[in-house]
């Protein structure tokens, strides 16, 4: 069984678009993420989320907004989605305790064209 | 804040040779250390992983890294590679306790080419 999918695996849409990445996780964890891969390969967290608590990284424009229907979801959901939105977002989990030690989906490659 | 630099973009290494891929933290707090490593169109899978206790730690794939803390290092090592070990390489670190909302903090990443 795979730990933490998602789903699709490739997106690509027109700008101005509104889109939904699908994650879960089967490992029973407390927390979950979202990373951005921008082309260089530069991973920057976007979201953590546990069911109390939703931190967003300043930097993330509002037209990002993650949804958890229950603990082993987080579905990142993205409106008007802009030709700089192109990359591979990656969902992750780990325990609510240290050491934080996170497993990673297998990546979805958005490309806005 | 904790940041993370590893220092090769890219290390084109022949098969069977050793290597070493650096990797240096800076941090104002207690950090757990991870090395992960990122095969072609796939995600991220944990190497291995410093938490406390032995500076020299063991991962999967004949892959160890050693933690010097007065350096602040934490560098990737492999005594022989294989053309299967072609990938990128990220380390990452996460604060201690009270920490997890901030998730990891990665390096740049160094792309590992292994020349037949």
């Known amino acids: 069984d795979t730990a933490v999918s998602q789903t699709p695996k490739y997106l690509v849409t027109q700008m101005g678009n509104d889109k939904s990445i699908k994650c879960e996780q089967n490992l029973g964890h407390d927390t979950m993420y979202w990373y951005k891969q921008d082309s260089k390969k530069f991973l920057k967290i976007m979201f953590s989320?546990?069911?109390?608590?939703?931190?967003i990284n300043e930097t993330v424009p509002n037209r990002f907004s993650p949804k958890s229907p229950d603990k082993a979801h987080l579905n990142l959901h993205i409106n008007s989605l802009e030709l700089g939105d192109s990359a591979v977002y990656f969902c992750?989990?780990?325990?609510?305790?240290?050491?934080?030690?996170?497993?990673f989906g297998p990546g979805t490659r958005l490309t806005v064209t | 804040a904790q940041s993370v630099t590893q220092l090769d973009s890219q290390v084109p290494v022949f098969e069977e040779a050793p290597v070493e891929l650096r990797c240096n933290y800076s941090s104002s707090v207690s950090v757990y250390l991870f090395w992960y490593v990122q095969y072609p169109n796939q995600g991220l899978q944990l190497l291995l992983k410093?938490?406390?206790?032995?500076?020299l730690v063991k991962g999967i794939n004949g892959f160890e890294a050693e933690f010097n803390k007065s350096q602040t290092s934490f560098h990737l090592r492999k005594p022989s590679v294989h053309i299967s070990d072609t990938a990128e390489y990220f380390c990452?670190?996460?604060?201690?306790?009270?920490?997890?909302?901030?998730?990891?903090?990665f390096g740049k990443g160094t792309h590992l080419i292994i020349q037949p």
């Open positions: 990452a670190v996460s604060p201690g306790a009270g920490g997890g909302a901030d998730g990891l903090t």
């Open positions: 410093y938490l406390s206790g032995s500076t």
């Open positions: 992750a989990s780990s325990q609510g305790g240290p050491p934080y030690e996170q497993y």
């Open positions: 989320y546990n069911n109390k608590e939703l931190i």
